[in-house]
T-cell receptor, first 114, second 109 residues
Framework: DVKVTQSSRYLVKRTGEKVFLECVQD?????MFWYRQDPGLGLRLIYF???????EKGDIPEGYSVSREKKERFSLILESASTNQTSMYLC?????????????FGPGTRLTVT | SQQGEEDPQALSIQEGENATMNCSYK?????LQWYRQNSGRGLVHLIL?????REKHSGRLRVTLDTSKKSSSLLITASRAADTASYFC?????????FGKGTLLTVNP
């Protein structure tokens, strides 16, 4: 079975802190994605990566950056956390052409910025 | 919005009844996928239907796709309490999936 793991289930950070969210997948998938999920807004794509060191902006990239140095690992970085980044963050992976294949999700990280 | 809409936002039924959820969208798609999310957890893929398909089955799930109306429906037959979850449709185009806001299904024992 595909397994996507995220470094933390719950995280509390202070405004202005630099925050790293880590995601690891074990199925050699080319594509990896970061979403945030907020009540009433559904899932929104922040960034995705289709290969090592490659990245594309999603629908809401402002305030975020990403890093993919190894195929199995995709990191989401909040350079200076703000309270409006309090959210559930979900990582996912898929085979190439991510829209043509199912995405496998991690359990999520609930981030609170105070 | 390019996300489209899911309908209804919430649905409450009794165990054994069927549940139908609908999804509409505005832009062209390669495929449409349905996912389930149990409370506070990650999403789990249920079924994928390609743009040239009209109907697909998987166990108690039946999905239809009408590209002329830009709509899809998910039918869960003989529902169980364990089916209680949020259900999301996701429109597939290029590399990305675009998710709707979801339907919260509650199945009462």
């Amino acid at each position: 079975d595909v397994k996507v793991t995220q470094s933390s289930r719950y995280l509390v950070k202070r405004t202005g802190e630099k925050v790293f969210l880590e995601c690891v997948q074990d199925m050699d998938h080319e594509n990896m994605f970061w979403y945030r999920q907020d009540p009433g807004l559904g899932l929104r794509l922040i960034y995705f990566s289709y290969d090592v060191k490659m990245k594309e902006k999603g629908d809401i990239p402002e305030g975020y950056s990403v890093s993919r140095e190894k195929k199995e690992r995709f990191s989401l970085i909040l350079e200076s956390a703000s309270t409006n980044q309090t959210s559930m963050y979900l990582c996912a992976s898929s085979l190439w052409e991510g829209a043509s294949y199912e995405q496998y999700f991690g359990p999520g990280t609930r981030l609170t910025v105070t | 919005s390019q996300q489209g809409e899911e309908d209804p936002q919430a649905l409450s039924i009794q165990e054994g009844e069927n549940a139908t959820m609908n999804c509409s969208y505005k832009t062209s798609i390669n495929n449409l996928q349905w996912y389930r999310q149990n409370s506070g957890r990650g999403l789990v893929h249920l079924i994928l239907i390609r743009s040239n398909e009209r109907e697909k089955h998987s166990g108690r799930l039946r999905v239809t796709l009408d590209t002329s109306k830009k709509s899809s429906s998910l039918l869960i037959t003989a529902s169980r309490a364990a089916d209680t979850a949020s259900y999301f449709c996701a429109r597939g185009s290029n590399y990305k999936l675009t998710f709707g806001k979801g339907t919260l299904l509650t199945v009462n024992p």
